[in-house]
T-cell receptor, first 114, second 112 residues
Framework: NAGVMQNPRHLVRRRGQEARLRCSPM?????VYWYRQLPEEGLKFMVY????????ESGMPKERFSAEFPKEGPSILRIQQVVRGDSAAYFC????????????FGSGTRLTVV | GDSVTQMEGPVTLSEEACLTI???????????LFWYVQYPGEGLQLLLKATKADDKGSNKGFEATYRKETTSFHLEKGSVQVSDSAVYFCALGRQGAQKLVFGQGTRLTINP
């Protein structure tokens, strides 16, 4: 039973490029959460999605960031026109229900903007 | 709003030493409290949790007690091992809510 799969593990982008981060939840999990971890900081909530729906995006920056969780395929976190301040580790978690008790985290994608 | 504060690291101990990592929270009502551990290059793993006041969570020799009166959830272990070296995060969640609020993390290094 594979865990939460994130890819790529490491992503390097030049300023102004787009970054696409993928997250496949655990089998049977229909709730996906994205968190960002800036260097030497804790994780900060970004967005919570169910299949085809964004439920809570209160932690998403207003510009350049978007997320989706289509009916088929992984959840995608998309960052347009990346800047150096976007360099961080982005973690995805999934759960079978919409609460904080059954989270399973992926290993993260480490984005470096050069 | 809700917040979690952890003792600042890094913390370096010798093997078999006693460990305490302090965690305090600010929240109304009765949140649930968690400790997560992040080993190098990996994602976060749930270490233990407590869902109501005076509950004690325990796992792998680690313990933490939910203290409502001091709004604390300190992580303790009586005898640490080199394999315990990791970053430890205290977190808060609410019944019916989807997101967790994390502390800033404490990096623990255990020397043989």
């Amino acid at each position: 039973n594979a865990g939460v799969m994130q890819n790529p593990r490491h992503l390097v982008r030049r300023r102004g490029q787009e970054a696409r981060l993928r997250c496949s939840p655990m089998k049977g999990h229909s709730h996906v959460y994205w968190y960002r971890q800036l260097p030497e900081e804790g994780l900060k909530f970004m967005v919570y999605l169910q299949k085809e729906n964004i439920i809570d995006e209160s932690g998403m920056p207003k510009e350049r960031f978007s997320a989706e969780f289509p009916k088929e395929g992984p959840s995608i976190l998309r960052i347009q026109q990346v800047v150096r301040g976007d360099s961080a580790a982005y973690f995805c978690a999934s759960s079978p229900e919409g609460n904080g008790y059954g989270y399973t985290f992926g290993s993260g994608t480490r984005l470096t903007v050069v | 709003g809700d917040s979690v504060t952890q003792m600042e690291g890094p913390v370096t101990l010798s093997e078999e030493a006693c460990l305490t990592i302090n965690c305090t929270y600010t929240a109304t009502g009765y949140p649930s409290l968690f400790w997560y551990v992040q080993y190098p290059g990996e994602g976060l793993q749930l270490l233990l949790k407590a869902t109501k006041a005076d509950d004690k969570g325990s796992n792998k020799g680690f313990e933490a007690t939910y203290r409502k009166e001091t709004t604390s959830f300190h992580l303790e272990k009586g005898s640490v091992q080199v394999s315990d070296s990791a970053v430890y995060f205290c977190a808060l969640g609410r019944q019916g809510a989807q997101k967790l609020v994390f502390g800033q993390g404490t990096r623990l290094t255990i020397n043989p």
